[in-house]
Nanobody
Framework: QVQLVESGGGLVQAGGSLRLSCAAS????????MGWFRQAPEKEREFVAA????????FYADSVEGRFTISINNAKNTLFLQMNSLKPEDTAVYYC???????????????????WGQGTQVTVSS
């Protein structure tokens, strides 16, 4: 089992920045990739960004490319999402997720991830 706890969400004005963190514990040695997803009210959960645990290959949704940066501190088992130039449409609950495998073709799919955090709310005001 892998436990994930997100932090860093909050309320920010459009154009501002936030940094989300996700602390992983438990069987983290079995983690091969981690990702961030988000879900707005009445919308499906959508992919935001992902990273391979070893090697650090990164993947982004088109909507956040160039504004968000995903990174990982392997020594501290912590995942980050730096969010810049935030827009009102970025408002959502953001979830951290971990997978026991790495597939470039599937890394954007929620079904690829076995472990999920409880989520942290990000609200961007216009």
């Amino acid at each position: 089992q892998v436990q994930l706890v997100e932090s860093g969400g909050g309320l920010v004005q459009a154009g501002g920045s936030l940094r989300l963190s996700c602390a992983a514990s438990g069987r983290t040695f079995s983690t091969y990739s981690m990702g961030w997803f988000r879900q707005a009210p009445e919308k499906e959960r959508e992919f935001v960004a992902a990273i391979s645990w070893i090697g650090g290959s990164t993947f982004y949704a088109d909507s956040v490319e160039g504004r968000f940066t995903i990174s990982i501190n392997n020594a501290k088992n912590t995942l980050f999402l730096q969010m810049n130039s935030l827009k009102p449409e970025d408002t959502a609950v953001y979830y951290c997720a971990a997978s026991g495998r790495f597939s470039e073709t599937k890394i954007r799919k929620p079904s690829e991830y076995a472990y999920w955090g409880q989520g942290t709310q990000v609200t961007v005001s216009s």
